[in-house]
Each structure stands twice: as structure tokens, then as C-alpha cells.
């Protein structure tokens, strides 16, 4: 008989065993290794059905089991996301052989005995201003999240000096997502995972979706592509090279000081 305290910490040390042991899941290759993943700033650029939601809940779970009085935060662009994910986490919680006793469980937050929190928030900056000292930050489709709520989330792991993991199929070349995987910044490790990688999506299937859906849109939702819509009047690489700093500028406060 396996003694359960040797389990906590092979479970603690490894969270791929977590998963497999304790959450009765089957992690595909990429997943294992961002379970085994230690970096601080992670960015998970994933297909459509890769299996973001599910690395969420168990880093989330992981995290706030063998770390007391962890704080959590899951962003999703919007309420109907965040009820899923949590869901998801509840859901593995209850898949645990001795599920920690619960001091606080909501619709979208928990807090387990040992005073880890986890809260499960829609993309309002509103919403998440009076957070501190988080612990792990995981934005769930985050290039569908506004920027805004980025910038104010960013501030809350200054002290706790916590983990932020950026997760998301692509929406083009816009916003703090694309930005953060297109900056030359060595502080992010940088995962892409195509649906070819994932064995629960048949190439039958995949040929379909080129058919229906177009190259640009295809390539950008399941080969982790950041594609320009073929709506727009100009590219975006050529507007980038448009711009210079050498000429002055004709209005406002800089327009002052020449």
C-alpha cells in the first residue's frame, strides 16, 4: 500500500505524476512538459481543441494544493469561459482520492483548508483591481482578453514575485499576446503546439476545416498562425515599416519642445 504522505511529495515535486496519479488524466507530450515547465512567464500559443483549459485546472490545482495560502487568479474573456474553467477545476478536485476540505466554494472561487484561494474572473479590469500578492496568474485565451486588464494584472505579482501564463489560439497581430510572443523579451518561454500535435483531432477532420474555413483563417486557428484577415487594405508588416521617428512631430507636447 502507497503511503499518502510519499504521494504528497512525489505529487508536489512532479506535477505530471499529479495529473496522472492523482487526477486520473493522460497528459499528452506537449502538456508534460508544461507541467514540467519552471519558467516564471510562460506563453502557451495552442490550437483550437489542444487541451488549454485542462493544463489550466491542473497547474491551478496543483499550485494552490502544494503551496498554502496560494492565491490563483484564472482570466477568461468573459463570465460564460470563467464558470467552464472553474467547473474544470472542480472537476478534478472531486477526482482527488482525499480532496482537501473546503473553507469557501462559490460559483467561480474556493478556498481549501490550507488557505490556498482560487478565483475564477471574466476580463474586467474592475473586477480584479483589488488583488495583491498572487501567486500564479493563467489568462485563458488571452488575445481575445483587453489589454487593459493585462496591464492591471501584471502589477499584482511585483511582491509575491508570482508565475503569469499567457494561453491562447491566436486573433491576429494585435494586442498583449501577440506582442508578448513577437518580442525579442528572453523572460517568456515560448510553447506552440499545431492541432497536428494533438492525436484527438484526426487529419480528416483538419483537411475539412481548410476547406471551410480558408488558409488565413485555418493556419491561425489550428496552426497557431497570427494571420492578417484578408479584409484588410494593408499589411501589417508594411505599416510597421512605415513608421519612423525622424520626422517631428506637428501637434501636442513633443511638437512643443523642437
Known amino acids: ?3 499518502a504522505a510519499r504521494d504528497d511529495l512525489r505529487w508536489a515535486l512532479d506535477p505530471v505524476s499529479f495529473a496522472v496519479d492523482a487526477l486520473r488524466l493522460e497528459p499528452d507530450p506537449w502538456q508534460e512538459a508544461v507541467l514540467r515547465s519552471s519558467a516564471q512567464r510562460l506563453l502557451l500559443n495552442c ?3 489542444a487541451g488549454k483549459s485542462t493544463i489550466a485546472s491542473v497547474l491551478a490545482l496543483h499550485r494552490a494544493l502544494f503551496h498554502a495560502d496560494s492565491l490563483v487568479l484564472l482570466l477568461s474573456p468573459s463570465l460564460r469561459q470563467s464558470s467552464e474553467l472553474f467547473r474544470k477545476v472542480l472537476d478534478r478536485l472531486a477526482c482527488l482520492p482525499n480532496a482537501p476540505d473546503r473553507r469557501e466554494d462559490n460559483r467561480l472561487s474556493l478556498t481549501i483548508a490550507n488557505g490556498s484561494r482560487i478565483v475564477s474572473l471574466p476580463s474586467s479590469e474592475a473586477t480584479v483591481r483589488g488583488f495583491s500578492g498572487v501567486s500564479l496568474i493563467i489568462e485563458d485565451e488571452a488575445a ?4 487593459e486588464l493585462y496591464v492591471a494584472v501584471r502589477p499584482m505579482l511585483a511582491v509575491s514575485r508570482g508565475r503569469l501564463v499567457l494561453m491562447s489560439t491566436p486573433n491576429g497581430r494585435r494586442g498583449h499576446f ?5 518580442s525579442p523579451d528572453e523572460t517568456w518561454e515560448r510553447v506552440q503546439i499545431t492541432a497536428r500535435e494533438v492525436p484527438r483531432i484526426s487529419p480528416d477532420f483538419l483537411e475539412e476545416e ?3 474555413l480558408g488558409e488565413w483563417r485555418y493556419r491561425q486557428e489550428y496552426e497557431g498562425v497570427f494571420a492578417e484577415g484578408d479584409d484588410q487594405l494593408f499589411r501589417y508588416d508594411d505599416v510597421i515599416a512605415a513608421l519612423t521617428s525622424e520626422v517631428l ?10
Not at 178 to 182: D, G, I, L, R, T
Not at 249 to 257: C, D, L, N, Q, Y
Open 178 to 182: 501577440y506582442c508578448s510572443w513577437a
Open 210 to 212: 481548410r476547406r471551410s
Open 47 to 49: 490550437s483550437r481543441q
Open 1 to 3: 500500500m502507497r503511503s
Open 249 to 258: 512631430p506637428i501637434f501636442g507636447e513633443a511638437a512643443r519642445h523642437v
Open 144 to 147: 481575445f482578453v483587453p489589454d
